[in-house]
């Protein structure tokens, strides 16, 4: 290695040996499906004498840094007058240890921040930071050392770098880092193994977004999913929204572009289609497509009555309890049964019965201002359920994976969070990547959907099922206290009466959209998936960019990871006002030992708010925390329980 000096100076000097290394070889696209890339060894180390470097948190524009080439040449480096940017410049005072560049003949970058996105919880990376812009253009010329006469020069043409963790080094440092590259290496394969750089050119592009996610950025949503992807994918959007929408002004309007009030209102609204075209006709800059997440503009598509009846289930729609009855006694329904409103969301008024009078009760609870009054009944099926999503184009599946939904509060009612259950409403608890059931199960899924969206005529977007497996396999069972599926036992050498039949997949509902909340959150991280950037591209039809980007890790999963949600439930003596402050840095202040196996996490009530309890038909979640394991499935689950079990929060 080329060896160099290198001075941090803000404050104090502290002196640092710097050397770098690139590897001779850079993957042909002939050997390697991915976009080809060079990457270059940057090793810091500390003189003797020296102290090991802090943290940068002042102005950069105190800090500057010192070079010294090989013919004891000097130059000077200050963020301002660094070509690299800034946030190269801050990587460097960091202590940079690796960096990645793009080879190929295309010239774009797809999205400027794929690099650290890919990067997400990988266990040989402290943090990995990106260099690029959106749309980027790379030259595409493999990096000789001729080109390479100093560290600025490294910084100036990396596209992003890594910062490795240095536990990975034992034993001599020096006969270590060649072991420690090459962990990175690996891992640069496995993660970057598409083609990341555009073979044709692209262009800034602009979508109208009708609704921009209904809550505030700060108390959850899907509006930072949305808008910080078209960002880093160099889309401009435009909202048309209801006037008064926390985008239209205030500390988040940097997101969109444009803000043009447009009314949307929920249910029959015969003139919404009129006052999109209006809206978009009135803006004076070109708009290349039109997308939208909301619920309201799928209204067949996602009416759980049709999608009851579309596969064959028997059910029937009301609008009334007394009517719900009077039908379920016309036509002798055997329980148990399901019932929801038939333009339900967040499982909202979802119940399980077991009587005419749970029925009729059970009808009382939906909220009508929400869902409206029409309601679908119709069979419960007991087996395992999934998350199923699809990423279609031109009607193939180019990524499929599942999540299991574990057993809900009706499913399994000692699960709850609070001292008065809703024992026959569904609140979601556990969600858990990747799918543990048989991959029979799995490829009946994926078959059975696929045939069923050619049916409906959907091609080329995101599908997001809720299923469940009608004579399963497997079943929810408790081992060694433990939670998970499990086979059904076998009688004499036949199985159960559960198991005469073969497995079916039962449709619950369909969305031509991404899951919702954060279930998105744990397909990036365990697949390298991010299905808000490719909702965006789809509305743009950007094909090639939909097909590189749906490629998962090429090892597949890197982990088991479990989405817990905290749902409120409490007392019905109490006012229903939280009173605890965020549970999740409570959480982590009283349990330090559980930061490291939790990925992504959010609090999303705050103290004195008012929450709806779950017998109003509203189910409210109040946090999350993705937690994972690279051990085991069973690790997962049981950091999980224990997640939940420390989680602490008080209602008044």
Request: hydrophobic share 40%; aromatic share 10%; with cysteine.
């Amino acid at each position: 290695m080329a060896a160099h000096g290198i001075a941090i100076v803000s404050n104090n000097d502290i002196i640092f040996d710097c050397s770098w290394r690139i590897l001779d070889s850079c993957r042909p696209p002939h050997k390697f499906k991915g976009t080809p890339f060079q990457t270059i060894d940057v090793v810091f180390e500390a003189k003797q004498g020296s102290i090991a470097p802090p943290i940068f948190e002042g102005s950069l524009q105190d800090a500057q840094a010192v070079l010294t080439g090989e013919k004891g040449s000097l130059m000077r480096m200050t963020s301002t007058a660094f070509e690299g940017g800034s946030t190269a410049f801050k990587f460097l005072l960091e202590s940079l240890r690796a960096a990645t560049f793009p080879s190929n003949q295309g010239d774009f970058i797809i999205r400027s921040d794929i690099v650290p996105l890919q990067f997400i919880d990988c266990e040989v990376v402290a943090l990995a930071s990106s260099f690029a812009e959106p749309l980027q253009v790379y030259s595409g010329e493999p990096v000789s050392r001729d080109q390479l006469h100093g560290l600025d020069e490294i910084l100036k043409s990396s596209t992003a770098e890594l910062l490795l963790r240095d536990r990975h080094l034992t034993g001599d440092m020096r006969t270590g880092l060649g072991a420690f590259s090459s962990l990175a290496d690996a891992e640069l394969e496995n993660r970057l193994s598409f083609l990341w750089i555009a073979d044709e050119p692209l262009r800034r592009l602009r979508s109208a977004i009708v609704d921009g996610s209904r809550p505030h950025p700060d108390q959850g949503g899907t509006g930072p999913n949305i808008y910080l992807a078209a960002k880093v994918l160099g889309i401009d959007m435009v909202m048309l929204d209801n006037p008064g929408h926390s985008l239209e002004s205030g500390s988040y309007e940097h997101w969109r572009e444009a803000f043009i009030p447009t009314k949307l209102v929920k249910g029959a609204d015969p003139e919404f289609a009129g006052r999109i075209v209006a809206s978009v006709k009135s803006y004076d800059k070109p708009i290349d497509g039109i997308i939208t997440f909301w619920e309201q503009a799928y209204r067949i598509a996602t009416d759980k009555y049709k999608t009851s009846i579309f596969p064959g289930h028997v059910a029937f729609r009301a609008s009334s309890a007394e009517e719900a009855v009077r039908l379920a006694q016309e036509k002798m329904v055997e329980f148990l049964l399901i019932i929801k409103p038939c333009r339900g969301y967040s499982s909202d008024g979802v119940s399980r019965i077991s009587s005419l009078s749970e029925l009729s009760a059970a009808v009382s609870s939906i909220n009508t201002e929400r869902h409206g009054n029409e309601l679908v009944v119709e069979k419960y099926c007991s087996g395992p359920e999934v998350d199923a999503n699809f990423v279609l184009l031109d009607g193939e599946i180019i990524f499929f994976e599942c999540c299991d939904d574990f057993l809900k509060t009706a499913d399994n009612p000692n699960a709850c969070n609070g001292s008065s259950p809703a024992a026959s409403n569904f609140h979601e608890l556990n969600s858990v990547s990747p799918s543990a059931l048989p991959q029979k199960e799995l490829d009946l899924i994926r078959d059975n959907f696929h045939e069923m969206f050619s049916r409906l005529g959907f091609e080329s977007r995101i599908m997001h099922l809720e299923s469940r497996v009608e004579h399963s396999s497997v079943d929810y069972r408790q081992g060694d206290g433990v939670l998970d599926l499990a086979p059904l036992p076998v009688i004499n050498g036949n199985g159960t009466s559960t198991k005469s039949k073969e497995p079916a997949p039962w449709l619950i509902e369909i969305n031509p959209r991404p899951p919702g909340m954060k279930v998105t959150q744990i397909i990036e991280s365990t697949w390298g998936v991010d299905y808000w950037g490719l909702g965006m591209l789809f509305s743009l039809r950007d094909k090639p960019r939909v097909r590189a980007l749906s490629q998962p890790y090429e090892r597949g999963p890197q982990y088991t990871c479990v989405m817990v949600f905290i749902s409120a439930d409490y007392d019905t003596s109490c006012e229903g006002i939280f009173d605890s402050d965020d549970i999740c840095t409570d959480l982590f202040a009283r349990r330090p030992d559980l930061v490291k196996h939790v990925s992504r996490y959010g609090c999303l009530a705050t103290k004195g708010q008012r929450i709806p309890h779950p017998h109003t038909g509203i189910n409210t979640f109040m946090a999350y925390f993705n937690v994972f394991s690279r051990v085991s499935r069973r690790e997962a689950l049981e950091l999980a329980a224990v997640v939940r079990e420390e989680v602490r929060f008080v209602f008044r």
